[in-house]
């Protein structure tokens, strides 16, 4: 059974940082990409940053330079540091793999950036 377990999600001001992990499990972890996306409150979920089994990276736009996701095979977890944070980036951060067949997502953790 694939479970994803996200942490990391917190209150913090403009211009902070935080660091998420997304713990893996029933996988091999290794050979899987993984990804975070994110869904703000009436808006759709959209892919954030994406790592592949041998590390190349891919971000959206909007936190190019800002965020930086990175993964640790021999822990089964995927991270992503978020330093100069906006309010723009408030949303449920959601950790996601897929099989050939379909799609795994995790719970999500709430990232709320507010002075």
């Known amino acids: 059974q694939v479970q994803l377990v996200e942490s990391g999600g917190s209150l913090v001001q403009p211009g902070g940082s935080l660091r998420l992990s997304c713990a893996a499990s029933g996988i091999n972890f290794s050979i899987y990409a993984m990804g975070w996306y994110r869904q703000a409150p009436g808006k759709q979920r959209d892919l954030v940053a994406g790592i592949s089994p041998g590390g190349s990276t891919n971000y959206a736009d909007s936190v190019k330079g800002r965020f930086t996701i990175s993964r640790d095979n021999a822990k089964n977890t995927v991270y992503l540091q978020m330093n100069s944070l906006k309010p723009e980036d408030t949303a449920v951060y959601y950790c996601?793999?897929?099989?050939?067949?379909?799609?795994?997502w995790g719970q999500g953790t709430q990232v709320t950036v507010s002075s």
């Open positions: 996601n793999t897929r099989s050939a067949t379909r799609s795994y």
